[in-house]
């Protein structure tokens, strides 16, 4: 049977879901969530793994093939690995990543690779756990290091390390990370500071462009454009030390955007389809679902609305809703 190719309305294949399985999380990142007052979805709202399976079986044949399950953060949710297994079974999908702060990884990884997980993108701020915790807001016996060996130990692939770069704050660490580059075969990639949810104090000061986060990691030799990683090619940019066995990459949606290329969309914890990260463009595919209607008509109707860009530059900081509720 040969595939159908779902398009939107300005001819991008989408054929990559971002899945939220919780809006909660262990951390209260500086620039993701505020330390209280967030009001946590009732139970009953949160699709079930049946339910979030069932999603996916009904677009698998529109073309759906990768799938990443993040968050809020996506290992505190009871038995992740049998959620991995379920969508692993689903004829037509191809590839699943998990996107983690990694404070589960070493318990987890070996299990999740065994269920069908392919890949992993850990957060890492810092290397220095003093950091880690005033960043996070919240101290764990952990170190990122040790959860990108146990991934790679377990056999994921690639194990990307996703740093979000902010100055005075973790900016010195930036050639730290840069080295890990020439000791292991992992991706680092430096994000810039998007205004999305809580900011606690932080302001547009704090970005620190791509251009100066390259000039930065050059201090371990000359940084050569480079293919990134043979699997999960997102939005970044990679860079490579001669002959290092890891990749730099700079992602950095508030000077670029990567609308043109867009294979993406999202379904929220509570079992919203988000056509764009940015915006309202977000339709109930939980109560249909639940009514046992079939969710075709609703994707294509949604993807005919998925917008052309993302407006993030004209936008207040702190006027979009986190990451962590959206499913970033
Ligand atoms: N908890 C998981 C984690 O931290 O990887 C998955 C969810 S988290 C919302 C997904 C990604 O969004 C993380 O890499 C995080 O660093 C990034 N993120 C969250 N808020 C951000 C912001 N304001 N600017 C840039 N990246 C952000
Ligand atoms: Fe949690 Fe990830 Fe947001 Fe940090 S970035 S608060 S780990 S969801």
Request: some cysteine; glycine content about 8%; aromatic content about 6%.
């Amino acid at each position: 049977m040969t595939a159908i190719t779902l398009k939107d309305q300005f001819g991008r294949s989408i054929e990559y879901l971002r899945i939220s399985i919780t809006d909660r999380c262990n951390f209260r990142c500086v620039y993701c969530m505020p330390l209280e007052g967030l009001e946590w979805l009732p139970k009953t709202e949160i699709l079930t793994y049946e339910e979030i399976t069932e999603v996916v079986r009904q677009l698998a044949p529109l073309g759906l093939r990768r799938l990443r399950l993040t968050g809020g953060e996506p290992t505190i949710r009871p038995d992740l690995v049998a959620l991995v297994g379920m969508l692993k079974a689903v004829p037509g999908i191809e590839d699943i990543a998990l996107s983690t702060n990694g404070v589960k990884l070493p318990e987890l990884a070996a299990p999740l690779r065994a269920a069908g997980l392919d890949r992993v993108n850990i957060s890492a701020d810092s290397l220095r756990a003093d950091r880690i915790a005033s960043i996070a807001r919240r101290k764990f016996a952990f170190d990122p290091v040790v959860s990108a060996q146990s991934a790679e130990a377990a056999g994921l692939d690639p194990i990307k390390l996703n740093v979000v770069v902010m100055r005075g704050i973790n900016d010195d660490e930036i050639a730290d990370f840069a080295r890990l580059t020439l000791e292991h075969p992992w991706h680092v990639r430096f994000i810039e500071l998007m205004p999305v949810g809580e900011m606690a104090n932080l302001t547009w000061e704090h970005v620190v462009p791509s251009e100066e986060v390259l000039r930065r990691a050059s201090v371990h030799g000359v940084l050569e454009p480079s293919g990134g990683p043979a699997r999960g090619n997102g939005p970044a940019a990679y860079h490579r030390f001669a002959g290092a066995p890891g990749t730099i990459g700079v992602i950095t949606p508030m000077t670029h955007t990567y609308c043109g290329s867009c294979n993406r969309v999202r379904l929220t914890a509570d079992g919203r389809l988000r056509t764009c990260l940015y915006g309202d463009h977000e339709v109930n595919l939980r109560d249909p679902l639940r009514a046992g209607a079939a969710l075709e008509p609703i994707f294509r109707q949604a993807l005919a609305d998925k917008p052309k860009e993302h407006n993030l530059l004209q936008m207040q900081v702190g006027g979009l809703r986190a990451l962590s509720q959206v499913g970033g």
